[in-house]
């Protein structure tokens, strides 16, 4: 069994797989280590495998070392794509979700669309290369701009607009939020495909869910599609 572990600006989480299921997977904001000792006591573990875009977490990493067949997405590692960013200047889980991506696409030209705390674009090529994109605030960081720097609004819970009025300052920052989070993902996704043959678009991340079914021609995946990738890094380095 696999232990993934995927550390991000806000959350962590954690999966036990098994050929590309999940068997178990917890959320935890504290007390990291614990749960997972407690995992290797459940679990017959044999591998693990980190995507982390927080702090280094050095205990956690002697003790999965000790522990497995630890696989991390530094250069000690063999990454399945060709990547030309020297270590430190790509996120994680953005090299996670290429990893991804290069397992179900490995011919083809794919962009892959992270909507989480911050919302960023990767372009992984038919030539197996990896090439950053941007990087922009998630509906999240939207939302608490606004009621944090406009002092009469207050905390919105978003929610998708039903049309392109607005009635009231709710609606209008839920239009104006929603909307410009999706324009600006679909003006991404019309210039990538304009420089790139025949694109797939995959959409994952946590707040992926806001906007399914309201982008065309779009794959849209579990948020779990960094853990994909983590499994894949153990497969490709085994």
Do not use: W
Not at 78 to 83: A, D, E, S, T
Not at 115 to 142: F, V, W
Not at 162 to 172: G, W
Request: net charge positive.
């Amino acid at each position: 069994m696999n232990l993934l572990i995927d550390i991000g600006n806000s959350k962590s989480k954690i999966a036990i797989t098994k050929d590309y299921t999940i068997l178990k997977e917890i959320h935890s904001s504290s007390k990291l280590i614990k749960k997972i000792k407690e995992l290797f006591s459940n679990y017959k573990i044999t591998h693990s495998s980190l995507s982390n875009v927080s702090i280094p977490n050095i205990e956690l990493i002697e003790f999965l070392k000790t522990n497995s067949y630890f696989f991390d997405l530094k250069k000690n590692n063999h990454l399945p794509f060709k990547n030309p960013y020297k270590e430190g200047l790509v996120g994680d889980d953005r090299l996670a979700l290429v990893c991804a991506a290069h397992k179900d696409y490995p011919n083809e030209n794919v962009l892959i669309i992270d909507i989480g705390t911050c919302i960023t674009y990767d372009i992984k090529t038919k030539n197996n290369e990896y090439l950053a994109g941007g990087i922009s605030p998630g509906l999240g960081l939207r939302y608490d701009s606004i009621s944090q720097k406009a002092f009469l609004i207050k905390k919105i819970n978003p929610t998708y607009p039903k049309s392109m009025r607005a009635f009231d300052t709710e609606s209008s920052v839920n239009l104006g939020t929603f909307l410009g989070t999706q324009l600006e993902i679909e003006g991404f996704i019309k210039k990538y495909s304009s420089e790139y043959d025949d694109l797939k678009v995959i959409i994952t991340g946590g707040d992926s869910n806001y906007l399914s079914g309201k982008i065309k021609n779009t794959i849209f995946t579990t948020s779990n599609y960094v853990f994909k990738g983590l499994e894949f890094l153990i497969d490709t380095n085994k």
